[in-house]
């Protein structure tokens, strides 16, 4: 009997493939882009994220204990940023909009439980954009890369045949 987590994994996988050619604007429609590359901003970034998500999210970005365990409540605690969580799954819009509008968008239901705050009137657009960008930064290469694929929503194309394939194996984990 597969646990409540593993099928919200799966939704969440099955979002992804789901992808048309056309990439999605998401809630808010509007197609944000981080910048990951643009130093400044990621320092920035740095600051925001040691300020407000690093008390859950980890100071080295590694997340909570069991994270994939939902507590009796039904809650979730905080997964890793780092290449070891699922943050590098998801497109930059998308991760835009759950720390903007929080966890709940991702599920499209309004009434979602998540210990974490919508930052909306929290953090500035900018800076929910200059966090993610010091998050995106930190990723190897391969994650990277992938993550660019998932942004140009061409992973129907992309995924990787191969079964034994290493990143495969980190996206079903
Ligand atoms: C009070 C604790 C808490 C704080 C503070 C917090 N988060 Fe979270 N965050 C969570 C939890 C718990 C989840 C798991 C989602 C859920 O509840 O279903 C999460 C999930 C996420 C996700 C989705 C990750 C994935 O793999 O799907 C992103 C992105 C995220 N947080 C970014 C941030 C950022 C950026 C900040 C700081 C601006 C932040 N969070 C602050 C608790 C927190």
């Not at 882009?33 to 859950?56: E, F, N, R, W």
């Not at 992938?146 to 079964?163: A, F, H, S, Y």
Request: glycine letters at 8%.
């Amino acid at each position: 009997m597969p646990t409540k987590h593993m099928l919200t994994g799966l939704a969440i996988c099955l979002e992804i493939v789901a992808g048309s050619g056309l990439a999605s604007t998401g809630t808010d429609d509007v197609l944000t882009a981080l910048s990951a590359d643009d130093l400044p901003l990621v320092a920035q970034g740095d600051k925001i994220y040691q300020a407000h998500c690093a008390t859950c999210h980890g100071v080295q970005l590694e997340g909570q204990p069991d994270w994939k365990q939902r507590d009796d409540a039904g809650f979730l605690p905080a997964p890793p940023h780092d290449a070891s969580g699922h943050t590098w799954h998801h497109a930059d819009d998308l991760l835009f909009e759950i720390t903007k509008y929080g966890p709940g968008v991702i599920f499209a239901e309004s009434d979602y439980r998540s210990h974490m705050p919508a930052y909306e009137n929290i953090l500035s657009d900018e800076d929910i954009v200059a966090v993610l960008s010091f998050i995106k930064n930190t990723w190897p290469d391969e994650e990277r890369q992938w993550q660019e694929k998932v942004n140009g929503n061409r992973i129907v194309n992309q995924l990787p045949r191969n079964k034994g394939s290493t990143l495969l194996e980190k996206l079903f984990k």
